[in-house]
Nanobody, 126 residues
Framework: QLQLVESGGGLVQAGGSLRLSCAAS????????MAWFRQAPGKEREFVAA????????YYADSVKGRFTFSRDNAKNTVYLQMNALKPEDTAAYYC???????????????????WGSGTLVTVSS
């Protein structure tokens, strides 16, 4: 069993920045590709970013490419999502996820998520 706990969400103005964290515990963290998803009220869950087991490769949704940066620190059992130039449309609950599939499969929507975090809310005002 792998537990995932997100933190770092909050209220920011458009153009601002936030850094989300996802702390993992209970199992070997480095065995998993990790991903971030988000879901806004009235919308379907949306893929945001994925990162490989080693952290060498990252994938981003077109909507966040160039603004968000995904990284992982396996020694700390933590992944991070640095979000810059935030837009009101980024407002959503952000969920951390772990998968035994490759990060590329998650990017393509073909992989299965094994563990989900409970989410952290990001609100971007205009």
């Amino acid at each position: 069993q792998l537990q995932l706990v997100e933190s770092g969400g909050g209220l920011v103005q458009a153009g601002g920045s936030l850094r989300l964290s996802c702390a993992a515990s209970g199992e070997t963290f480095e065995s998993y590709a990790m991903a971030w998803f988000r879901q806004a009220p009235g919308k379907e869950r949306e893929f945001v970013a994925a990162i490989s087991w080693s952290g060498a490769t990252t994938y981003y949704a077109d909507s966040v490419k160039g603004r968000f940066t995904f990284s992982r620190d396996n020694a700390k059992n933590t992944v991070y999502l640095q979000m810059n130039a935030l837009k009101p449309e980024d407002t959503a609950a952000y969920y951390c996820a772990a998968s035994l599939y490759h990060a590329y499969d998650l990017f393509r929507g073909q992989g299965t998520i094994k563990y989900w975090g409970s989410g952290t809310l990001v609100t971007v005002s205009s």
